[in-house]
Each structure stands twice: as structure tokens, then as C-alpha cells.
């Protein structure tokens, strides 16, 4: 019979898949001899059959049953008894951490009764009440549904009742006479305990499909069907008094990386307390002076830990009566600053490789670096300041609720503005710019899904009061829609915008990189269309260009009007005339990506578009033949029209031109130039024979014998079926998976977003945006036939990849394994590319075991 619960110390031969990330951290806690309080973990395998049946799966109940006898038998007490009550949290942990995303319930096993006995056991009145008083409320909102704000509102006029500032200056009778209130506001609390463990199991797993943690999977790419796992654990007490309390702490500065103690911590306090807000909580030193014996034993542990991790950890922990408990350890969520320091540390103080360390950077992630911050020139005027929670800057409009921050993002940028953030404004922070929140610390909500996800965040900005759709900072009144600028970097908030500058790359991305560089066998290239972007790409490490079109050397002011001349001419006399004129800017062109990219190899792709798009609309002329003409080129559907080779065998002197144009520049740059030629849009053989001919033909007359290539770009399903003919005649592929997902899927990009594609994805009929992530089942087949067929043909084929995908780390993987040469993607992705690239190969090599394990 398969078992559905663990114990912590058993051995459950599943990882975090099955007990989820909070129960493995447990387990290995537990197994490493590290003060965890005993419990047990209902698995994923339970949740999964749960949902199926909507009911738990046979057996459960007698299993847990089990695993509670032998927890009062470790803890000596007894879960419903009401002299010495054993009480549990049951806390919910899937494979991946979806921070705040599903509920905890603390005090389990508390009733009228229990909790009278556990006041008179512990002599301490105020803990036991005040332990009940969380229970209610906690079972009330997860699993009955009761608004919160209706037992917070409670407490608020109790303590204002009280003259009480904080919820630790309300006495024992007020927290009885609290319960009492809370009894009132939710009349069914059930009093047995047995009945509130397995109602709170089933809420647990019904909190996986809260709407809140599917928006949270979407927008994280998290699978559906994983499941929750539900923890089981014996309470300890971080409300006993000044002795006692919780905090969370990070093995380094999940901001910075730089080592050394980080993270905050309150007395008198328990569960959420410190990440709520409800008291400011104190820095993690204090506890030094406070309870130095925990401290000690806590530095002690995250090291440990580290130690076994091998990687940065962040740790949830408890003290009661000055005994340290740790609840939870995972790797730390953290900015990409802080993982690139941590893992260059981490090399130098000998505790994993360098190949470890670049498994330790999630290529995704480097994006953050790449953001803008304000330019340190700029003349500031600092309206106020609070933590800085997140880095990186942003300007936008501000909002003060999700809702409103996900419509107004349609228009432009927005700071969602909160008093502090709860897991229900996760749509908005995912629409917002960045995120500026009064209230909260370092590891406040808003924090800790903002670095997560990459976003400027500024925490705790107490100059800023908001009220009633009014926020005021700086002596200024601010409405919804008004611009400000928040830094994440420093903390700072600016009234209006602000200039940004583009980001530079520090040391340890460049030593990270580095150490990539030295293990990937995939070429990684840019596409780059001018020598500027040329230059930027080559700054990320480029290795040459994979994808330079050629389109936009026919706009420009001095440009356009021959090219309608060009388009418009009734002769191929008159055409050629016209692109002689233009021959002389694209050869100039040429030459400024020669130089950029000097020694690299650059591949040119010949006009791709359709003429059409270089004319004006038919109702902006009025001369009757340039609207017939207009007319004339029309076409139902562009996208599968007159365009790419096609143009290049109708009207050969637009290719003839641009080759003459590029061999005149390569000659005229020398050595430095390296050429590949490109014909887009290929799907028969044929067509390439003859655009080949044409291409060496020219080529021989301006460059002679100065070396060359000749490929094309692979996009349409025939090209890939009779890619050992057309290989022939080409010297290289690139597969050009933009058009290639468009042919091979029969969907129009353009057209999909809008009308069908976003809603396949919210219905899950699709799990990934096949414009985004590579469709490795469907193009990527066709992909992998093309390679076969091409190679078998001409085993020396160079082969790559130009579209979107080629920036995207999944799909950069499946290149990897594909055996292409080279990806080449926008130069800003270029470091991410790089940064996958190694880490497909080091996973092929088999030497990725200690590849972050999620977290
Ligand atoms: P989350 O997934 O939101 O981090 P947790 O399950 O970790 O939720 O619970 C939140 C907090 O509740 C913990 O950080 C800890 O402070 C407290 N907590 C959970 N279980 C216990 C327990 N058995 N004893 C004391 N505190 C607990
Ligand atoms: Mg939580
Ligand atoms: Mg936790």
C-alpha cells in the first residue's frame, strides 16, 4: 500500500517533488540533527489524489492518525487533551516556495477548554489566550473564508479601547475577553482537534488553487499539477514573553550578497508577525545582546547549513524561552547582484566549484542587472526615502490597489503604491513598474516578491502617508496618476521622473560569465542591426552577429523616396537606377557592422519584408498610378506573400544590389569583415540553387575570391522536410523560429496575442507562450529533422538559431542538445544566453547534481 506521511527523521525515498521544498528542508534538518521541532509531512502524492477525488484519498485519515500517536508519544502530550494540550501548525509547502502563496495555521488543539489548561500549565495566561486568539482567526480566514479585517478591526478597538499601543501591551483578561469577540465573529470554529487538523489539511490543499496562487504559477511558470504537500509540526512558542520570539534571517544580504549576518527578528511574537508588519521588527544583531546563547546556536546553524547546502540559504526560526527552533530553510530568494557575489564567495571560500557557482545564477535572473538606475549626475530632489527592498529604478503613474494597477498598465507605467502588500495584490505587482509600500521591513511581503521577480521596490518609506486615494511625500499631494520615481537601490522616492541610466556590469558577473564561457560549447550571437547595437553586443560577449536585416537600410529620411521610386518603376531599368542610388548607404552601413563586429562572423539577411510596407497607405497619395500601384501589391495575407527569397528571384536586382553592397564593404573593410549571406524564406531547393548562383556571381565580380558564406534562413515546415537538397546549397542554416512557429502552427503572431493565445494560456489548453518559449515537441521536431537531414547531407553545415527563442534559457538548452553552433538573440539577453548555454552543457556533462535546487 503506498503511504501518504512521513516522518521527519523517516526516510520517505522522495525529494522535494513528494514532501515539497518546507517538508525536505525539514526532513534534512531533522536528519542533520538541527533543533526542528518533531512532525510529519502529508506528501504531493496526497494533494494530487485529493484533487482528482475531491476527496482525501482512502486511508489518509488513519495514516495521520498514526503519525499523531506517535507525536504525543515523542512530545509526551496529548493533541485534544485539555490539561496539557500538544498543539500543531499545519503549514503547506509545495516542490517550488511560492512565497505567501498558501496559508499556515498555527495552535492547532486549542479549544475553550485547552486553552484554560494551558494557561494554568504554563502559568502564563497571555500566551495561552493569546495563542488561541491567532488560532481562531487564522482557522476562521483559511479555512472558513472570514473576511480578516473583521477580526482585525476587533483587535484595533480593543487595543484603542485599552489605550494599548502595541498587541503586546494587551494582558491576558483582554485577550480572553478578545476570544470571546473572535467566538462571536465566528460561531462554528470547531472545538475538536482532530476535526481542525483534517479541516485544515483539506484547506491547504485547497489553497493550491486559489486564484491568487494560480496567478502567482502563471506569472512564475509553475505547473499546475504539482500539488501541495501539508506539514504537520509541533508548536513552539515564540510569544511567551521577552524570552521568547521568531524571526527570519538569511545566510548572506539577499540584496548585496556580501556576507555576514542579515535579517530581523521580534520579541514576543509568533508566525507571520515579523514579515506582517504589525510590529517594526528589530535587526537580527540585537538578538545578540538579548538571548546571546540562541544567537550563537543561530549563526552556528546557517552556517551549517551553507555548508551542507552548498549554496545561500534563508531560514525561519523561533526562540522559546531562549531554546532556538528552526522551521524552515530553503535557498534563498535573492536578487542577481547577490547570487553573482554569493557564488563568486562561495568559489573563493572553497565551498563548491566553478562550475557549481554557474549553476548557482538562474540565467532569467541576470535580466535584473541589465536595468536601468538613476543617473548618479542627475540633480535630485529626494521626496522621501525608505528601505531599499529591491533595486533598480522605475517611473510611473501611481495606483493604490492591484486592480487599478493592472488596468492603468495597459496605458504606460505605474508604481503600485500600498500601505504594505499582501499576497492578494500579487496581479498587481506583477502589471506595476515597481512597488513603494509605507509600511514593513526587509523581508516584508512587498520586499520578497519584488526581489523575486525582479522589480524596484522601496519598503517601510515612512515619509510617505496615504489616505483616501491622497498620497503625500515631500510636502507634495499626489493622486492617482501622478508620476514618481522610485530607486530600489538606494531606497530613495522622487516626485515626477527622473533620468535613468543603462546599467554596467560589475566584476562578478564578468568572473561568473567567465567561468560559463569555459564550459559552454554553444557560440552565442546577437542580433544586431546597426553598429551601435553591434557594439553593445559585442560588450555582452557576443560572438559575432546571427541576425543582421537588412530592412531598415531602405527608411530614412534621404532613403525611402528611392525606394518607392524603386518599387514604384515600371521597368527593371527604371529599378535599377533607383538602387544603384541606394547602394552607396547600404554599403556604408555594411561597412560600420564590419567594423563593430571586426573578426566576428556577421550573417546578413537579404529583404525579407514584403514592398508594401515601404509605401504609404493608398488614401495618403492622390496621383491615380501610385495608387494602382498600391493596389497592386496588396495581398490578403503578407506574412505568406510576395516576401523573403521570393523578392530575390522576381525582381533579382534588389538582391543583386544588396550583395553588391555588402561585397564592396567587405573589401573595403579587408580582413576584419566575415561574411554570411542570408536568403529568408526558403522552401524549395530550387530557389536557393538559383539565389546562390546570383549571389556568387555578383560576388565574384566585386570580391573575387574574399571568403564568403552563403546559407538560409530556415523558417517554413517544407525547408525542414527537404533540408538535404536545399543544404546543397547552403553553406549554413539558421533557423529563424519566429516565422518557423508561425508556419509550423498555422497562428499569426500578431493576430493570436489579442484574440485567442492569452486565453489559451489562462485555460491551460497551452502551458507556454510558443512565441516565448521554444515549442520543442512541434517546431523543435521539425528542427531536429532539419539538422538530420541537412548534416547528413553536408556533415560541415553550420547551423543556428535568430529567432526570439534564441534568448529564452529552455530553448537555449534544447539548441544545446540539438547540436546547433550557435544561438543569437537581442544583444541584452546575449549574458543570459551565455549563462544557459553553460549550464545545458554542464547538465549533458552529468556535473550538474548540485544545480539550485529550486527555492
Ligand atoms: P510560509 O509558507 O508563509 O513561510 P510557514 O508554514 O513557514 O508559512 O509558516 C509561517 C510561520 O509560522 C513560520 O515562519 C513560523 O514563524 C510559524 N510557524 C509555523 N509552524 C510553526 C511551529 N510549529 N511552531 C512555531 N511557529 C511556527
Ligand atoms: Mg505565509
Ligand atoms: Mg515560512
Redo the contacts with the bound molecule.
Keep these: 500500500m503506498s503511504r501518504f506521511v512521513f516522518d521527519f527523521d523517516e526516510p520517505s525515498g522522495g525529494g522535494r517533488e513528494l514532501l515539497g521544498g518546507?517538508g525536505i528542508g525539514l526532513a534534512e534538518m531533522t536528519l542533520l540533527g538541527l533543533p526542528v521541532?518533531a512532525g510529519f509531512t502529508i506528501t504531493t502524492d496526497a494533494c494530487r489524489a485529493y484533487m482528482k477525488e475531491n476527496e482525501l484519498p482512502e486511508g489518509l485519515e488513519a495514516e495521520v492518525e498514526r503519525h499523531v500517536r506517535r507525536l504525543e508519544q515523542r512530545t509526551g502530550k496529548r493533541f485534544g487533551d485539555d490539561a496539557d494540550p500538544l498543539l500543531?501548525?499545519v503549514?503547506?509547502?509545495a516542490a517550488i516556495s511560492m512565497?505567501?502563496m498558501?496559508d499556515?495555521i498555527?495552535n492547532l488543539g486549542l479549544n475553550d477548554d485547552a486553552a484554560e489548561g494551558l494557561a494554568g500549565r504554563t502559568g502564563n495566561p497571555r500566551f495561552a489566550y493569546d495563542s488561541y486568539r491567532r488560532l481562531i482567526q487564522m482557522f476562521g480566514e483559511v479555512v472558513d473564508g472570514i473576511d480578516a479585517h473583521r477580526f482585525e478591526d476587533a483587535l484595533t478597538e480593543l487595543k484603542e479601547r485599552r489605550n494599548a499601543r502595541q498587541d503586546t501591551d494587551l494582558g491576558a483578561d483582554d485577550l480572553r475577553e478578545l476570544v470571546a469577540t473572535y467566538r462571536e465573529i465566528y460561531p462554528t470554529f470547531p472545538s475538536d482537534a482532530r476535526e481542525q487538523l483534517l479541516r485544515a489539511v483539506r484547506a491547504v490543499f485547497d489553497s493550491w488553487n486559489t486564484p491568487r496562487a494560480q496567478v502567482y504559477r502563471r506569472a512564475n511558470d509553475i505547473p499546475d499539477d504539482l500539488g501541495t504537500a501539508v506539514n504537520v509540526?509541533?508548536?513552539?512558542?515564540?510569544n511567551k514573553g521577552e524570552r521568547s520570539g521568531?524571526g527570519v534571517a538569511f545566510t548572506r544580504d539577499p540584496s548585496t550578497g556580501e556576507q555576514g549576518v542579515f535579517g530581523e527578528f521580534l520579541a514576543n511574537a509568533?508566525?507571520?508577525d515579523v514579515v506582517a508588519g504589525i510590529r517594526t521588527p528589530q535587526p537580527l544583531e540585537t538578538m545578540r545582546d538579548t538571548m546571546p546563547d540562541a544567537y550563537a546556536q543561530l549563526l552556528e546553524t546557517m552556517r551549517r547549513l551553507e555548508e551542507h547546502y552548498r549554496d545561500m540559504q534563508d531560514v525561519?526560526f523561533?526562540v522559546e524561552d531562549d531554546a532556538l527552533y528552526m522551521?524552515?530553510t530553503r535557498a534563498a530568494k535573492r536578487t542577481a547582484a547577490a547570487a553573482l557575489k554569493a557564488a563568486v564567495d562561495m568559489t573563493d571560500e572553497g565551498l563548491i566549484s566553478r562550475e557549481e557557482a554557474v549553476t548557482r545564477i538562474d540565467p532569467a535572473q541576470l535580466d535584473q542587472l541589465l536595468h536601468p538606475t538613476i543617473d548618479p549626475n542627475a540633480r535630485l530632489d529626494v521626496a522621501g526615502k525608505g528601505l531599499n527592498a529591491s533595486p533598480g529604478a522605475a517611473s510611473g503613474g501611481i495606483v493604490f490597489d492591484a486592480d487599478t494597477a493592472v488596468e492603468r498598465a495597459k496605458d504606460g507605467p505605474v508604481i503600485l503604491v500600498r500601505w504594505e502588500t499582501t499576497p492578494d495584490d500579487i496581479h498587481g505587482m506583477i502589471a506595476a513598474q515597481g512597488i513603494l509600500t509605507v509600511h514593513g521591513g526587509m523581508t516584508s511581503h512587498a520586499a520578497v516578491v519584488a526581489r523575486g521577480m525582479g522589480k524596484p521596490c522601496v519598503a517601510g518609506c515612512e515619509d510617505l502617508s496615504l489616505d483616501d486615494g491622497v498620497a503625500r511625500i515631500g510636502g507634495r499631494e499626489l493622486h492617482e496618476g501622478d508620476v514618481i520615481t522610485i530607486d530600489g537601490g538606494t531606497g530613495r522616492v522622487f516626485v515626477g521622473e527622473v533620468p535613468l541610466v543603462a546599467p554596467r556590469l560589475n566584476e562578478d558577473f564578468e568572473t561568473v560569465l567567465g567561468w560559463a564561457d569555459d564550459v559552454r560549447r554553444l557560440k552565442v550571437r546577437a542580433n544586431a542591426d546597426t553598429p551601435d547595437d553591434a557594439a553593445r553586443a559585442r560588450e555582452f560577449g557576443a560572438q559575432g552577429i546571427g541576425l543582421c536585416r537588412t530592412e531598415h537600410m531602405f527608411f530614412g529620411a534621404e532613403r525611402l523616396p528611392v525606394m518607392q521610386e524603386m518599387i514604384l518603376a515600371d521597368t527593371e531599368e527604371g529599378r535599377r537606377s533607383a538602387l544603384d542610388r541606394l547602394l552607396p548607404f547600404q554599403q556604408a552601413d555594411f561597412e560600420g557592422i564590419f567594423e563593430a563586429m571586426t573578426g566576428l562572423p556577421v550573417t546578413i539577411r537579404l529583404l525579407d519584408p514584403p514592398l508594401h510596407e515601404f509605401l504609404p497607405s493608398e488614401d495618403q497619395v492622390t496621383d491615380e498610378k501610385v495608387r494602382a500601384r498600391i493596389r497592386g501589391l496588396h495581398e490578403q495575407n503578407p506574412m505568406l506573400g510576395l516576401r523573403g527569397c521570393r523578392l530575390g528571384l522576381v525582381y533579382p536586382e534588389i538582391y543583386e544590389m544588396q550583395v553588391r553592397a555588402i561585397a564592396r564593404a567587405a573589401r573595403t573593410v579587408g580582413a576584419g569583415a566575415v561574411v554570411e549571406i542570408m536568403h529568408p524564406l526558403v522552401g524549395f531547393a530550387e530557389e536557393l540553387r538559383r539565389l546562390r548562383e546570383l549571389t556568387e556571381r555578383v560576388w565574384d565580380e566585386e570580391a573575387g575570391d574574399v571568403p564568403r558564406l552563403i546559407g538560409t534562413m530556415v523558417e517554413l515546415p517544407r525547408a525542414c522536410m527537404r533540408a538535404g537538397e536545399i543544404a546543397e546549397h547552403a553553406d549554413f542554416f539558421s533557423f529563424g523560429t519566429n516565422d518557423l512557429t508561425q508556419t509550423t502552427l498555422g497562428v499569426s503572431r500578431d493576430d493570436a496575442e489579442g484574440k485567442f493565445l492569452t486565453r489559451y494560456l489562462n485555460d491551460g489548453v497551452l502551458e507556454r507562450n510558443p512565441f516565448e518559449v521554444l515549442d520543442q515537441d512541434g517546431v523543435g521536431g521539425l528542427m531536429r529533422i532539419a539538422v538530420e537531414r541537412g548534416r547528413a547531407t553536408k556533415p560541415e553545415l553550420k547551423l543556428g538559431i535568430c529567432g526570439e527563442h534564441g534568448g529564452e534559457p529552455s530553448s537555449v538548452a534544447f539548441c544545446h542538445r540539438l547540436g546547433l553552433d550557435y544561438v543569437s538573440c537581442s544583444p541584452y539577453r546575449v549574458p543570459l544566453a551565455r549563462l544557459a548555454a553553460a549550464q545545458a552543457a554542464l547538465e549533458e556533462a552529468g556535473s550538474a547534481q548540485y544545480v539550485a535546487a529550486g527555492g
Excluded at 509540526?233 to 515564540?238: H, I, K
Design positions: 518546507k521541532p500543531v501548525s503549514r503547506s509547502g512565497p505567501g498558501m499556515t498555527l509540526v509541533q508548536m513552539v512558542f515564540g521568531t509568533q508566525g507571520e525561519e523561533t522551521l524552515q
